[in-house]
């Protein structure tokens, strides 16, 4: 996809993304091009196989200088591994600083859609590997697909463990703070994270609508609830994504702290995160960082 096409996609506020349909075996998925940064054959003079400990990493490509892991999304997913390989298409992801590659049976199609298009599921399990459902063409269900608990599950990635003065945690159980994120992996994390840490008044959200409403709600509520003071907020969810949940809450109440963690951070879409006004930008790959960034925004080191 070109570069401006990116650019039309991460304009903040329109709520709008783009889907590469895909099918593996009888299972339609979809996944958003901005993690795709190309797509290759399969041929055996670029593909090394390897013994990995999970069975579905099948070997390392080498390309444009990149020496890239492979996973057979058949494999993973219980299905008989095509016994020929040939001409596959090889997607060739970047997301939280890693590039993986992912053999599928074919490519359907790249569809353009709003957000607000995307149904959310609720997740009972941590293996459900699925965020959200998207239409078809067929009416069939196009499932959007969690990459990272995928990728985090094959290669058995430990959770971050922080250790932060505990002598401040008197004044972080104060903060209300809103963990927004469509995979129940990544909310699970990042709330043990911020508890453990002594930010316990915490409370998650699976898509940006939700959490829209919750934060409006508690801060027009004429009740004692607390009103938040922090968002910390995925970018990626079904009906409405992080950009827009951080400018139409900036809009609104301009006070409020936002932090976006995501797995598409890269040195353009901050320039996005900074027009909306969020106060952090992180990549997942560094959600340790968290608990600082939070300490520093909101002065909970601050000598009084």
Known sequence: MAATDREILLETGTNELELME???GHLQQAINVLKIRRIVEYTEDTFTPI?????????????????ITVIDLRTFYGMEPLKERKNLPIMITEFNEKQIGFIMDKIVTIRRLMWTDLKPITQTSQQSYITAIAPSDNGKDL???DFESIVKDIFQEEEPVITSDPSNNKKR???????????????????KILEDN?????????????????????HNSDEDEKPFDVIVSDIEMPMMDGLTLCKRIKDKIPAIKVAIVSSLISDQLIKKCQSVRADVALPKSQVDKIVRELDDLLDITKTD
Do not use: C, W
Not at 54 to 60: F, K, L, R
Not at 173 to 191: F, G, H, N, R
Not at 198 to 218: H, I, P
């Open 143 to 145: 499932a959007l697909a």
């Open 51 to 67: 013994n990995e400990s999970h069975p579905s990493v099948v070997g390392i490509i080498r390309n444009e200088g990149d020496v």
């Open 22 to 24: 895909y099918h593996i």
């Open 173 to 191: 159980s104060e903060i209300k703070i809103a963990a927004v994120d469509d995979s129940i992996t990544i909310q699970k994390m990042i709330k």
């Open 198 to 218: 002594g930010y316990t008044n915490v409370r998650t959200f699976s898509n940006g609508q939700e959490a829209y409403d919750a934060v409006l709600k508690a």
